[in-house]
């Protein structure tokens, strides 16, 4: 089983600001086969990026992914506001399909 | 629209079974593998298996030591989680959530459900 690490566990910044989100992963993805999911508090994940760096329907440009192997950042370029949330990546290169432990995108 | 409808909050009893549902509506139900995903308190998501619709066919994690079923109906364009010999562990919210692949099943989830709500107690 593939195991997902995310740093930072949490992320306090202002709106305008640049984040940077990590997942490493212990064993390298097939394929780059590496979602990053937004969630809020009482709703279900969203999905953002998919294959590493492609960007689900209707997901704003700010919102950008990167990587291979065993290291992927999800970059979102300038926050806003609705953007405070939780994020997790996960890999479906091979099963069982495992999801990290999420990065806490919070408002200094 | 697109959307996945599932069946509301249960309470079951150590030792018991429970069983999900989930309703697709605004695709066609047999195109798209589902999967079910539990989320446990302050745990991260975990993946417990997928069903494609259109033949039936199942895969599980290996997690679930047998424990989990996934079915589904065509005609209601519904698939079903049941989770049997359910433990406190098993208390979670259960998403069911579409492939983001057309035929082929991807992995990644593009369509979630608004998630069950099952807590084990006795």
């Known amino acids: 089983e593939i195991v997902l690490t995310q740093s930072p566990a949490t992320l306090s910044l202002s709106p305008g600001e640049r984040a940077t989100l990590s997942c490493g992963t212990s064993q390298s993805v097939s394929g780059s086969y590496l979602a990053w999911y937004q969630q809020k508090p009482g709703l279900a994940p969203r999905l953002l990026i998919y294959?590493?760096?492609s960007r689900a329907t209707g997901i704003p440009d700010r919102f950008s992914g990167s990587g291979s192997g065993t290291d992927f950042t999800l970059t979102i370029s300038r926050l806003e506001p609705e953007d405070f949330a939780m994020y997790y990546c996960?890999?479906?290169?091979?099963?069982?399909?495992?999801f990290g432990p999420g990065t806490k995108v919070d408002i200094k | 629209q697109v959307q996945l409808v599932q069946s509301g909050a249960e309470v079951k009893q150590p030792g018991a079974s429970v069983k999900v549902s989930c309703k697709a509506s605004?695709?066609?139900?047999?195109?798209?593998?589902i999967h079910w995903v539990r989320q446990a308190p302050g745990q991260r998501l975990e993946w417990m298996g997928w069903i494609n619709p259109d033949n039936g066919n199942t895969k599980y994690s290996q997690n679930f030591q047998g424990r989990v079923t996934i079915t589904r109906d065509t005609s209601a364009s519904t698939a079903y989680l049941e989770l049997s010999s359910l433990r406190s562990e098993d208390t979670a919210i259960y998403y069911c959530?579409?492939?983001?692949?057309?035929?082929?099943?991807?992995?990644?989830?593009?369509?979630w459900g608004q998630g069950t709500m099952v807590t084990v107690s006795s």
């Open positions: 294959d590493a760096s």
């Open positions: 959530a579409r492939d983001s692949s057309v035929v082929v099943v991807i992995g990644a989830f593009d369509i």
């Open positions: 605004g695709f066609t139900f047999t195109s798209y593998a």
């Open positions: 996960q890999q479906y290169g091979s099963s069982p399909f495992t």
